[in-house]
């Protein structure tokens, strides 16, 4: 058995986030300090969440009383001995595997990796004899603008539609076993056959330069168009990047382009783009992001300006933007893709459209501008709520401060506005009057600050009896709207039966646990002085909306006797917002 030393698994321990490898067991929500979700463990079936992570790196489930640090977790979780577990982290974290071999651990499971990489290497020959030997394949290539040497700086090959590497890699003296665990054959009832036939190969190799994987393109229209190695001992699609080991050189002077596919890679890099990297049938995903961090803090990504290349450069940007990159998105004109432009314009043309490429946050703005239209009151109101959202994940107060303007003035909001939503998108709500107790117009303009006060008016009302009862001696009343109405009217029924702790009440007691969730990403430091002027704002806001949807009836109506009756409420409302703003 192999032994680790502790200064290693402290290593593995350290570099390992416990709150990302429990997300994918069980969704957490923050909460404080601590993370909560379902427990994930499967002897343990629950409803309300009672499993606890601390980001600090331990975990505790107070329905099953399990408890540990990140390897106690992967080892319940995934069934895996202390020494497979740290294996597993090490792996997660990308920290090469060093045995302690002065303890008479033994270098097995390393030398088998070896012999992977060894296995992989044989393959990658085997299948670039075929290519020079298969004229239908180099044509193939050829057409597609690949030509000799890309062929070699790849190490392309071709895997023959009758196969041939298993007995290959056999007369070779290569045993079955590490075979089939380099994901290279199959076997089917005794019948071992070659797991890639008839297809373009691209070796997939890791940063050492060790060949991992590989990757299998079709020729004709057959499906699947690509097959990757399955993952194994040695590949690990999540933390791959196709052709990072060349590139990586001139990271340090020069952003990562992500592209999505081997021939993009290829067609950039044969092209003078050395840079360029690919995801490996996988989206880009965290894993991929601390990866990259490592060698730059500069990322293109590349990708068709179809709908599908969107979303994926929407979904891409927030992860690595998450990772604290720099993100620039660059979608091609006119259905191309970076291969079929480079070998239409050329090096200096796309090089030049890399100088355009906008920052993730314009480029999600500017799609959010296009989906919506602005003159639209509904639509403006999905726009910049959408856009706040966006907005507040910036970090940087500067450019957050310009975004704020840019979208005040493309919505023709007023900035306060923009920023007050803002600031409630990003769980930073600030309790400060001049932000909350404005009495701005509501009647042309449903504010969307409107959920920044109800949000922080219901936190406040969350966190204590004392708070709520300040609330109702004010007047205050179920003068919220769709969900958290429902959450107010709850908490009236629990603060009735005696509730002390209703923040935990909610989360563990009741439906309402997303709605709480929210609340408790909320500030509500209101003096309690300033409770009868908040209370007010919320109303003026309410009698605001009214007053709009009254206004919108008004119009559309045709019955002189129905106009007459709303327009006595009109005239109620207006008298009360007066009243309101006056201090009555
Ligand atoms: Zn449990």
Redesign the pocket.
């Given at each position: 058995m192999p032994y680790f030393t502790q200064e290693f698994i402290n290593k593995v321990i350290d570099s390992s986030d416990i709150v990302r490898i429990v997300s994918r067991h069980t969704t957490l929500t923050r909460k404080g300090q601590r993370y909560w979700g379902l427990?994930p463990?499967p002897d343990?079936n629950?409803k309300t969440p009672?499993?606890s992570v601390k980001p600090e790196g331990v975990y505790y489930?107070f329905?099953?009383?399990?408890g540990g640090n990140v390897v106690n977790f992967v080892m319940e979780m995934n069934r895996l001995t202390f020494t497979e577990a740290i294996e597993f982290l090490a792996n997660e974290a990308n920290i090469p595997l060093e045995y302690d071999t002065s303890r008479g651990g033994s270098q097995e499971r390393h030398s088998s990796k070896k012999t992977i990489y060894e296995i992989n290497r044989n393959a990658a020959n085997y299948y670039y004899t075929n290519l020079m030997k298969t004229p239908a394949a180099l044509k193939y290539l050829s057409e597609r603008g690949i030509g000799a040497s890309a062929v070699k700086t790849f190490g392309l090959g071709y895997s023959l539609p009758e196969g041939g590497l298993y007995a290959h890699l056999r007369d070779k003296g290569f045993r079955k076993e590490d075979m089939l665990e380099a994901s290279l054959v199959r076997e089917n009832s005794g019948r071992v056959y070659d797991y890639f036939r008839g297809r373009i190969m691209y070796p997939i190799l890791d940063v050492n330069n060790n060949i991992v994987g590989f990757g299998g393109r079709v020729m004709d229209k057959s499906e699947p168009k690509y097959l990757n190695s399955p993952e194994n001992s040695v590949f690990y699609k999540r933390s791959m990047l196709y052709n990072l080991n060349r590139a990586k050189s001139a990271l340090s002077s020069n952003p990562m382009i992500i592209v999505e596919g081997y021939m993009d890679v290829i067609s950039l890099y044969d092209k003078g783009i050395k840079t360029v990297c690919a995801t490996l049938g996988t989206a880009l995903g965290e894993k991929h992001a601390s990866i990259i961090k490592r060698y730059t803090d500069n990322v293109i990504l590349c990708y068709d300006g179809d709908s599908p290349g969107k979303k994926a450069a929407l979904r891409g940007s927030s992860i690595l933007e998450n990772e604290g990159l720099n993100v620039k998105v660059l979608l091609l004109p006119d259905d191309h893709d970076p291969d079929s432009y480079i070998r239409a314009y050329g090096t200096k043309a796309f090089i030049d459209r890399v100088a355009e490429a906008k920052y993730a946050t314009d480029f999600k703005l500017d799609e959010l501008f296009l989906k919506y239209d602005v003159s639209d009151v509904n639509d403006r109101a999905r726009l910049l709520s959408e856009a706040a959202e966006t907005v507040s994940q910036v970090r940087d107060e500067v450019k957050w401060d310009y975004y704020a303007q840019q979208l005040s003035q493309r919505t023709d909001t007023p900035l306060s506005t923009v920023r007050n939503l803002i600031y409630t998108k990003g769980g930073r709500s600030t309790a400060s009057p001049e932000n909350l107790a404005s009495g701005s117009a509501p009647k042309e303009n449903p504010s969307p600050a409107y959920s920044a006060k109800e949000l922080t008016m219901l936190r406040y009302i969350m966190d204590s009896r004392d708070n709520y009862l300040r609330f109702t001696e004010a007047g205050g009343a179920n003068f919220f709207t769709g969900e958290m109405a429902d959450l107010y009217e709850e908490m009236e029924k629990l603060y009735a039966q005696g509730c002390v702790d209703m923040e935990k009440e909610l989360i563990y007691n009741t439906e309402l646990v997303r709605q709480a969730a929210l609340l408790s990403t909320v500030e509500a430091d209101i003096p309690a002085g300033d409770v009868p002027r908040y209370v007010n704002s919320l109303l003026a806001d309410m009698y605001g909306e009214k007053l709009r949807q009254i206004k919108k009836q008004i119009d559309d109506v045709n019955s002189t006797k129905d106009k007459t009756v709303l327009i006595q409420e009109q005239r109620y409302l207006k008298q009360k917002l007066i009243e309101l703003k006056s201090g009555v």
């Open positions: 427990c463990f343990h629950e009672s499993f489930c329905g099953c009383e399990k």
